[in-house]
């Protein structure tokens, strides 16, 4: 899984399959936010936006379990 991390000044961490790697911003679709799971067509990473649906649900579930008793 390929999730974007955060931007560092001309650079996206991007978070591999566990491993943080910079790439620069250039490379990263302007739509693109932080916590959004991607896909690279052409060497540009896009938001693929049905992956990130399903990991922001995750994590909300997540997040809801551990609140409740």
Do not use: H, N, P, S
């Not at 899984?1 to 591999?16: K, Q, S």
């Not at 049905?50 to 609140?67: G, H, L, N, P, V």
């Amino acid at each position: 899984m390929i999730i974007l991390d955060r931007f560092e000044g001309d650079y996206a961490v991007i978070e591999i399959d566990g491993e943080m790697v910079d790439v620069e911003r250039c490379l990263v679709d302007e739509e693109v936010k932080e916590g959004d799971v991607l896909t690279i067509i052409d060497g540009i990473y896009y938001r693929d936006d049905q992956a990130t649906k399903k990991r922001k649900q995750y994590i909300e579930d997540k997040f809801k379990d551990m609140w409740e008793d």
